[in-house]
């Protein structure tokens, strides 16, 4: 019955995401383990200044501001990040 379906696109596998559609990034309660996941499917296009603002929170040991919103205590505390400010698509 799909025989003649044409498929643009398909996918197999997890996509790393998180109940806000936003990244974890920065400081864990484990000594010297840093988290940088849950982009979901966009990551790739934030990678330049995830990178550099990483790099940043390992060398100096406290995650810059804008990385504040993207803790991963935010999950304890409720306090996630909203859908349109996490997205990084079009809008």
Same mark, same amino acid.
């Given at each position: 019955?799909?025989? +003649?379906?044409?498929?643009?696109?398909?996918?197999?596998?997890? /996509? $790393?995401?998180?109940? $806000?559609?936003?990244?974890?990034?920065?400081?864990?309660?484990?000594?010297?383990?840093?988290?940088?996941?849950?982009? !979901?499917?966009? !990551?790739?296009?934030?990678?330049?200044?995830? &990178?550099?603002?990483? /790099?940043?929170?390992? /060398?100096? &040991? +406290?995650?810059? +501001?804008?990385?504040?919103?993207?803790?991963? $205590?935010?999950?304890? $505390?409720?306090?996630?990040?909203?859908?349109?400010? /996490?997205?990084?698509? &079009?809008?």
């Amino acid at each position: 019955m799909l025989g +003649e379906v044409k498929i643009l696109r398909q996918w197999a596998g997890m /996509a $790393d995401m998180t109940p $806000d559609f936003s990244p974890i990034m920065g400081l864990t309660p484990v000594e010297n383990y840093y988290i940088d996941s849950g982009w !979901g499917t966009w !990551g790739f296009k934030a990678t330049p200044v995830s &990178g550099k603002r990483m /790099a940043e929170t390992v /060398a100096t &040991g +406290e995650p810059p +501001e804008l990385l504040q919103p993207f803790r991963l $205590d935010r999950f304890y $505390d409720f306090d996630q990040v909203g859908e349109k400010g /996490a997205a990084s698509v &079009g809008h």
